[in-house]
């Protein structure tokens, strides 16, 4: 159980030092996500000492976000992790965790006397030779399992697939590509080869890229979505069933006609029911939206009919204002129309909108954020079904679907703006404990669309927060696979691969190399850097510690075995027998049968072979990490520690950003 207050922790973990107290608050509040990594995570009670809410967690995202950081750091950690997760929806862990693993590596170069642009200097090449380790290793998905991409997509029990227990094509059988190093490359390099911080809440921002390997067939076979999602599960079976599931859905109302299986992520819902066991968690078609007894009656009334629908972009009331007009509060407006009451301006608001619905025959409002409750009720009284708290991409899809405009305010409505061609039914009535009782409808279109909503069930109402985020990460994971072409090999092997040529090119210099010109080049980065090797061999270790910090949470290693283990595979690797076929025997047993904690119908075993990861996800995770470390290096050298400046040697020491 963790305290919602981890100031403490962290106080009672920095080290005596009186210098860079940043980068140790960083390796301290890194530690609090271990047991996050990996495949079988952990879940997590977070209490507030004084109010005793507890919250139910199961990520490092949920793990951050429930925590009070009211330090700079922690401020800092949580705004880098909130914006990978929004565009990424997983990796936060790793980046983290790393984060934390090459602070306690900086530290350690301070320790010893390195100065702040050294260190900078050798991590940022570090991260060049991990970054190019990434795109020679990874593997095209043109093709990628196609043998049976007709079968194991095709295969569902009940309501969602099955995905396939053998496997079609292993990672360690599929071929090594050298990817497009001109597409896809380290843009936060600046012209001198340094990189280049910008202070920025949120850091750089990369902009992913197609990856296509160097000798693609003219007309490669469509990707075996299965295989595909197999390998990137991640432990999450009962999750990634429903996501191929979405994907086959799609597949069969696809639009455009493709015969191949396809998956838009933009066309997904999910909709969470608290109450009904995990095992009730299915994938339907169309938008389903929980609903009061009253919506439910008009919904039935409104059963088999082709409806005109009116789409919302914001919330249904008389006081609403988008973003760009909100009043400050405390302000009095001075007005000569005074007898006007606030209700009396409600009431005149309300029977305009009835009115203009009426005239414009709408049956559906459907909106994306609040309803007011006298809205709702009016206008189930002449037979309009009003819903709200409908998600945005479930409004771009209705609006594609229907030819509606969304606007911001419903006097904004015309007949322009109106949609036509949806059905309403009622799908299931529910039932909760102190609760009153409620339906879910379904709002579909006549033609036939993509938009699919995957409905979350538990009986415990707090795990319905970490299902639905295990949802979202492994839909997000096939939605770059499919977008990147390309996937990296997974279960540690491309971070033993990086650690392989962080601690080659560390050596170096004590090996005579046959190309004349790079053992120029290594002298010339060696004089330039005397401590180049040592830190190279640091960042080596961070990721030593994150791979074995995920065997660890297997429950199948201790720590000293799986660090034993991993050093015996590195002295015995050898170029000649390639990358997963050597690594990948390390990790066997990696992955428990349960399927982890998010697997509530034990579908499929994914060996260790099978095991992918996202090749833009991974990179944008260890460059995030990479970009906070050098910034709170920075900060703690420049604002922190307070440097003389008249001190001699104190400009080496500083790195202008």
């Not at 490669?220 to 299965?226: L, N, S, T």
């Not at 994306?368 to 899809?397: P, W, Y």
Request: hydrophobic share 40%; aromatic share 4%; net charge neutral.
């Amino acid at each position: 159980m963790l305290n919602k207050a981890p100031e403490a922790m962290l106080a009672s973990t920095i080290i005596n030092h009186p210098q860079h107290v940043g980068l140790q608050k960083l390796s301290a509040l890194s530690g609090v996500t271990h047991s996050s990594l990996g495949p079988d995570k952990k879940y997590k009670f977070i209490q507030e000492e004084t109010s005793g809410d507890s919250a139910l967690v199961c990520s490092c995202f949920r793990i951050l976000e429930n925590l009070e950081l009211t330090c700079g750091v922690g401020q800092l950690v949580y705004e880098t992790v909130q914006a990978h997760q929004k565009v990424y929806h997983t990796g936060s862990g790793c980046l983290l965790f790393l984060a934390g693993a090459w602070s306690r590596a900086a530290l350690e170069c301070l320790q010893r006397g390195i100065s702040v642009a050294h260190i900078i200097s050798a991590m940022s090449e570090g991260m060049d030779v991990c970054l190019d380790v990434c795109r020679k290793c990874s593997v095209s998905t043109d093709g990628l399992g196609v043998e049976k991409s007709e079968s194991s997509t095709a295969k569902h029990q009940g309501s969602r697939p099955q995905l396939s227990k053998k496997p079609t094509v292993e990672a360690s059988q599929a071929p090594v590509h050298l990817q497009g190093t001109s597409k896809v490359g380290d843009k936060t390099l600046n012209a001198s080869g340094r990189r280049k911080l910008k202070l920025s809440r949120h850091f750089y921002e990369a902009i992913s890229e197609n990856v296509s390997t160097v000798s693609q067939p003219p007309q490669p076979k469509p990707p075996d979505i299965a295989h595909i999602a197999m390998g990137l599960s991640h432990g999450c079976f009962g999750a990634m069933n429903l996501v191929v599931e979405a994907s086959r859905i799609q597949s069969e109302n696809n639009l455009q006609g493709v015969s191949c299986s396809t998956f838009d992520v933009t066309k997904v819902v999910t909709c969470v029911l608290p109450g009904l066991p995990e095992e009730h968690a299915c994938v339907l078609q169309g938008c389903i939206v929980p609903v009061s007894h009253e919506q439910a009656s008009v919904a039935l009334h409104l059963k088999d009919q082709h409806l005109k629908v009116a789409l919302i972009n914001g919330d249904l009331s008389d006081t609403y204002r988008h973003l760009g007009f909100k009043r400050l509060k405390g302000v009095q407006c001075v007005s000569d129309r005074s007898h006007l009451s606030s209700s009396s301006k409600e009431e005149e608001w309300m029977e305009n909108i009835l009115t203009l619905l009426l005239n414009l025959e709408v049956n559906l409002i459907v909106v994306s954020g609040l309803a007011s409750e006298k809205v709702i009720q009016r206008c189930c009284t002449h037979h309009i079904l009003a819903v709200e708290k409908a998600k945005a991409s479930a409004l771009t899809a209705l609006a594609n679907a229907t030819g509606a405009v969304p606007v911001t305010y419903a006097t904004q409505l015309s007949k322009h703006c109106v949609g036509t061609g949806v059905k309403v039914a009622v799908w299931r009535e529910l039932s909760r404990h102190e609760r009153k009782p409620s339906t879910t409808v379904n709002i579909s279109t006549v033609e036939s669309s993509e938009l699919v909503t995957v409905i979350l069930t538990s009986c415990v109402e707090g795990k319905l927060q970490a299902l639905e985020d295990q949802f979202w990460a492994c839909a997000y994971r096939l939605h770059h696979a499919r977008k990147d072409k390309a996937l990296l090999p997974g279960a540690g092997v491309t971070e033993m691969l990086c650690v392989h040529h962080l601690q080659k090119q560390a050596e170096q210099k004590h090996h005579r190399e046959r190309d004349v010109d790079s053992v120029q080049q290594t002298k010339a980065r060696t004089a330039d850097n005397p401590y180049r090797g040592l830190v190279l061999h640091l960042m080596a270790d961070g990721l030593i510690d994150y791979v074995s910090t995920v065997m660890v949470n297997t429950g199948k290693f201790s720590k000293i075995r799986a660090r034993t283990v991993m050093s015996q595979q590195l002295q015995d690797y050898t170029e000649s027998q390639g990358i997963a076929a050597k690594f990948s025997q390390l990790f066997l047993d990696v992955v428990k049968e349960d399927g982890g904690v998010s697997s509530p119908v034990k579908s499929i075993e994914a060996p260790a072979a099978q095991i992918y990861d996202n090749l833009s996800v991974k990179q944008e995770a260890w460059r995030k990490a990479l970009d906070l470390v050098l910034l709170v290096l920075q900060t703690d050298a420049e604002v922190i520690t307070g440097i003389d400046q008249k001190t001699d040697g104190a400009q080496d020491n500083l790195m202008l950003l």
